[in-house]
């Protein structure tokens, strides 16, 4: 069981909007500690896509967004590609544990 | 460009330590804005964080991992090493290497499959 929850999948067709949730407590993400967000396709290393809430590295298209409230965050992906089709993680500090803490991963689909 | 690689061997038997290795290349590990961590994934499964170190050797462990962790670093050879102890099947996983910064992990090591088996 992750300390930070996330649905086990979601999915869409091309050009759609998805979001993908996160939601942790008042000892992480409530804490206002950051959210980051990671993308991992089939047999890479996961990828960094949103880092502090909101912040896109460079390289990563403005139609990725990321946002934060209360003790949850979310990840937006809109006009949906083929090649968005992967596992998408959350992670935060927990300070009760004293430790990062991924979400359990999302599947995104691609209809 | 910042780049990780893992080292180590493949196949550990149970009740044996693991060790893997990661050096950095093409930035510094001294760099007082970022601790250098293991994360691992099981086959099939999420990530799972093991541990971090800072260059001036103060270390973080995952609670459920941290009788058995102990991560070291040597800024000279820029490298810095994973051990855990007194393994199970339940440790086989993808153990990768990144930088972690107040930005997120944004470099990470291509991953090493360990496998524990006899």
């Known amino acids: 069981q992750s300390v930070l929850t996330q649905p086990p999948s979601v999915s869409g067709a091309p050009g759609q909007r998805v979001t993908v949730s996160c939601t942790g407590s008042s000892s992480n993400i409530g804490a206002d500690y950051d959210v980051h967000w990671y993308q991992q396709l089939p047999g890479t290393a996961p990828k960094l896509l949103i880092y502090?809430?909101?912040n896109r590295p460079s390289g990563v298209p403005d139609r990725i967004s990321g946002s934060k409230s209360g003790t949850s965050a979310s990840l937006a992906i809109t006009g949906l590609q083929a090649e968005d089709e992967a596992d998408y993680y959350c992670?935060?500090?927990?300070?009760?544990?004293?430790?990062?803490?991924f979400g359990g991963g999302t599947k995104l689909t691609v209809l | 460009q910042v780049q990780l690689q893992e080292s180590g061997p493949g196949l550990v038997k149970p009740s044996e330590t693991l060790s893997l290795t990661c050096t950095v290349s093409g930035g510094s590990i001294s760099s007082s804005n970022y601790n250098w961590g293991w994360i691992r994934q099981p086959p099939g499964k999420g990530l799972e964080w093991v541990g971090s170190i800072y260059y001036t050797g103060s270390t973080y462990y995952s609670p459920s991992l941290k009788s058995r962790v102990t991560i070291s670093v040597d800024p000279s050879k820029k490298q810095f090493s994973l051990k855990l102890s007194s393994v199970t099947a339940a440790d086989t996983a993808v153990y990768y290497c990144?930088?972690?910064?107040?930005?997120?992990?944004?470099?990470w090591g291509q991953g090493t499959l360990v496998t524990v088996s006899s």
């Open positions: 502090a809430n909101n």
């Open positions: 990144a930088r972690q910064g107040s930005a997120g992990s944004d470099y």
């Open positions: 992670q935060s500090y927990d300070t009760g544990l004293s430790a990062w803490v």
